[in-house]
């Protein structure tokens, strides 16, 4: 995947970090999506568009991890900070510990690409996080793509 210049956002996450995320969110991140965010934190992506059941959509950036966001000037991009902000919304029930949709891309409008976790907590299927649609404790998702290496074939240049 072509990124723009300099996008990538520094430091990469290390083991430790992912790790810890993990924990935090109760889930196991898949090979792809570990070896997808390492190169590629916080990316623009050249190829930003993708279509799904004839509506075209386009990835604004793909959103990081970094120890401490709020010391980073790219903070608000962070997974765990846009997961704190999404908040209710992309959890179906307000007994859960844990995450079901961690978000890993931010699309145009305001909706996000999803790792969804609600069926398996370590073999995410990825989905659209639509915002306008979702309400607290009823997120409106829709699948797109089995992992994160088939989403990342659906983009076009």
């Known amino acids: 995947m072509k990124t723009q210049n300099e996008s990538i956002i520094s ?8 790790m810890r995320v993990e924990e935090n969110f109760e889930i196991k991140f898949p090979k792809d999506f570990i070896d997808f965010i390492s190169k590629n934190n916080g990316a623009i992506p050249i190829t ?14 793909f959103l990081c991890l970094l120890d401490n966001p709020g010391e980073h000037d790219k903070g608000m991009y962070d997974i765990k900070v846009v997961f704190s902000q999404l908040d209710e919304r992309i959890l179906s029930d307000g007994d859960i510990t844990g995450a079901e ?11 996000f690409i999803c790792l969804d976790f609600s069926k398996s ?13 979702s309400d607290e404790y009823d ?19």
Not at 11 to 18: A, E, K, Q
Not at 48 to 61: A, G, L, Q, T
Not at 144 to 157: G, K, P, Q, R
Request: with cysteine; net charge negative; hydrophobic share 40%.
């Open 48 to 61: 930003r568009f993708f279509e799904y059941k004839s509506n075209r959509y386009v990835v604004d950036r």
């Open 139 to 157: 997120p409106v998702t829709e699948k797109i793509a089995d992992n994160v290496n088939s989403f990342l074939d659906m983009l076009e240049e």
């Open 101 to 111: 949709l961690v978000p890993f891309a931010a699309l145009f409008a305001g909706d």
């Open 11 to 18: 430091p990469l996450p290390d083991s430790n970090l992912i």
């Open 121 to 133: 907590k370590t073999d995410p299927v990825i989905c659209i996080w639509y915002n306008e649609e």
